[in-house]
T-cell receptor, first 111, second 112 residues
């Protein structure tokens, strides 16, 4: 049973606009969340994290929001750039335990 | 910077062959992981190891085994490859103290 879900397999956004990628989880014990970016034929690269004691974390153009009551997190990319086109995975864990990954969202940023 | 190196980027094997995928990390991390990535399924954990000679099954261990004889090296073994093991295989490490996973470049395995 999928404990972490990314319900949008794909997303297209115009360059310069905001990209919003969503992720839902079912396990209330999860307290640490990650976002990864993956280009074809490469390994995932870490983007940003958030722990359950926070509801927002920013790093440059990337912001992650966590809504614990809704068991939902989202990644905002502002402004979106063509180089952001990739597959984005969210991952969740209860600290000290394995990470569970979502199925990924393929983002296309249109120049 | 953490470096996770996977020995083969692309492999083509025949059904029934034995396949070794090797992973080496240079940061003295305790934990090492093997995932496979398939379209529509995300990343799924096959096996992981918290220490030398120690291994734990992940969510999809069937058809795989692992070996960790040295701290820096974690090998994934397919004893008898099958076509449904065609996939992208990803090795990862972490420090064990809570934090992100560091991934290798991946090994694309095709089983004919």
């Amino acid at each position: 049973d999928q404990q972490v879900k990314q319900n949008s397999p794909s997303l297209s956004v115009q360059e310069g606009r905001i990209s919003i990628l969503n992720c839902d989880y079912t396990n209330s014990m999860f307290d640490y969340f990650l976002w990864y970016k993956k280009y074809p034929a490469e390994g995932p690269t870490f983007l940003i994290s958030i722990s359950s004691i926070k509801d927002k974390n920013e790093d440059g153009r990337f912001t992650v929001f966590l809504n614990k009551s809704a068991k939902h997190l989202s990644l905002h990319i502002v402004p979106s750039q063509p180089g952001d086109s990739a597959v984005y995975f969210c991952a969740a864990s209860a600290i000290g335990n394995q990470f569970y990954f979502g199925t990924g969202t393929s983002l296309t940023v249109i120049p | 910077d953490v470096k996770v190196t996977q020995s083969s980027r692309y492999l083509v094997k025949r059904t029934g062959e034995k396949v070794f995928l090797e992973c080496v990390q240079d940061m003295d991390h305790e934990n090492m992981f093997w995932y496979r990535q398939d379209p529509g399924l995300g990343l799924r954990l096959i096996y992981f190891s918290y220490d030398v000679k120690m291994k734990e099954k992940g969510d999809i261990p069937e058809g795989y085994s692992v070996s960790r004889e040295k701290k820096e090296r974690f090998s994934l073994i397919l004893e008898s490859a099958s076509t449904n093991q065609t996939s992208m295989y990803l090795c990862a490490t972490d420090t064990g103290g809570g934090g992100e996973l560091f991934f290798g470049e991946g090994s694309r395995l095709t089983v004919l």
